[in-house]
């Protein structure tokens, strides 16, 4: 079984040491709402938070047991109800499975069986006989994991909406570092010459479907900021146009704050700004720039002056705690800077880690696309000209998700992703 989070393969030993840490990660997150916010609805173009107690292991269920391995489920109601997450336009299209959800107790319940089942295919199923599609490469088995590791990061975006007193704080889940900065931090742009980038995964280990074919696009050269823009830069905006403040901002008696994941806090003017792509984009414009194409953001993290290309922005080694903030390492953003050994091969600091950075490109498949046959609409629901590409990673982000060719992809009006961005000429 072949997955670029484990360059040495994986066997079934590990696939269950994976999933069982997932569960775990899964199950701490959940001990963030309190009691009485479980059936809350934080953000009205998501589902309550209900639903996605019984989603994940649904889904698990659905794509790995009935799907792959053609078995029979545990609860065909609760597999339906669960089984797929919302994406609406706007609040009026928002609409819920049901009014009536089940009990907390129930939900629970029916996790930890589909846990158990899970367990035991990935132990001694034919995860990864190839004799069906789902079945080539652990392919279902790769699916659930990833979707787990994603469905983490939207919880922990949705539970930042919770008020305060709707949740309870933890510390963080992974033993992370925050290296200190280098003082003074040069906000200047990078010139990056032209050259070509390889987009996308060659289809050897796991992959999601818009990942897939490889591509090799030319890029002009560019000039791209070394640093994410912070909040101070972003201040310097709202100030000088009248904009209003973006969503993580909240201003009191004429002072701005951050709204962190468990406290309000003064505005840390050194962390990167998180916005929206529209936000981005009239940032972009006042200072006489643009947001990076996915093709550039990719030759600035991943390319080299001698013309190789990298696994990582630092290089070949598997993301860890010294190389950018992400893992849940912190629940917020740090200032930027704060991880040298995470820097590409051209100077330019994040690109993996702290937020993740819009680009001016379109969610697009590339030449070649084909529906992934665990979960086939994965991407292509949303190949609609209405969303765009996102890279890197976010404080939110597990490190396996990590990979040069991963693809993320939102609204350009959407808020409470944890996205940032830096500029580009």
Partial sequence: MRHPAF???????????????SRKVTRALFTIPTEEAYYDRPIRLRNPIVFYEGHLPAFAVNTLIKL??????LDTELETL????IDPENEEAAKTPTDFWPTRGDVQRFAGNAEDQIIRALCDGPIDDGLVPQR??????FTILEHELMHQETLLYIFHELPYERKNAIAPLRGGRTPPTSSPLVKDMVRIPAGEATLGASGTEFGWDNEIPQLRVAVGEFAIDRHDVTNRDYLEFVRATGAEGPHFWLKRGGEWYWRGMFDLTPLPLDCPVYVTYEEASAYTAWRGKRLPTEAEYHRAAFGTPTG?????????ALPDASRGNFGYANWDPVPIGSYPDGVSAWGVHDLAGNGWEWTSTLFEPFPGFEP???YPVYSA????????????????TAPELIRRSFRNWYRPAYPYVYATFRCCS
Avoid: M
């Fill in 68 to 73: 792959a391995l053609k078995r029979e489920g």
């Fill in 308 to 316: 190789e290309e990298r696994s990582f922005p630092w290089g070949e």
């Fill in 372 to 374: 992934i046959s665990s």
């Fill in 136 to 141: 080539r490469n652990a392919e279902a088995a």
């Fill in 7 to 21: 360059q040495d393969g994986l066997s079934r030993d590990r696939l269950i040491e994976w999933y069982r840490e």
């Fill in 82 to 85: 669960f089984a797929r997450g």
């Fill in 381 to 396: 629901d949303f190949f609609d000209g209405k969303h765009y590409v996102l890279k890197g990673a976010s404080p939110a």
